[in-house]
């Protein structure tokens, strides 16, 4: 748990937020700021930077996110036309907050996967 980071606070129930999903391991909550009609994001309770930082700590955990992103996915009624599933990671990509998290979004056509 890293005292200021806002993910591990919504991980340990001390911030508001739209739960979907919770797992002994992992948390899935709606994006304060959806890009697409269906925007979830699904985090592990225990912080990590990054999925690179994931993959290498606890690819097992890795493993547990994206078993949670295809549940969130099914339930949020994705599965038929489909869903894309995003985890930036780096300046590059614009990430933002440094609590690994997959952005599950869908619900509409996405178009290109980069916009250049
Ligand atoms: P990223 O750029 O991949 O780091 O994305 C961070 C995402 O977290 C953005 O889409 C924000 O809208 C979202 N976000 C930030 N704070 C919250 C919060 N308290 N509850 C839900 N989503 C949040
Ligand atoms: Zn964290």
Redesign the pocket.
């Known amino acids: 748990m890293s005292d200021n980071c ?2 591990c606070r ?1 991980a340990a129930g001390e ?1 508001p ?2 739960l979907l999903h919770t797992s002994p391991n992992t948390v899935a ?7 697409a009609p269906t ?1 979830v ?1 699904v985090i592990p309770k225990r912080h990590h930077t990054d999925v690179a930082a994931l993959a290498t700590a606890d690819p097992a955990l890795a493993g547990e996110v994206l078993a949670t992103a295809a549940t969130v996915a099914q339930a949020e009624g994705l599965g038929a036309n489909g869903f894309r599933l ?3 990671t780096g300046r590059y ?6 609590h690994v ?1 997959a ?1 599950v979004v869908g619900g509409a056509p996405l178009g290109p996967m980069l916009v250049r």
């Open positions: 806002v993910f919504i911030l937020t739209t909550f709606r994006d304060l700021n959806p890009q925007h994001l995003i985890f930036n990509a614009g990430q933002e907050v440094f998290h952005h």
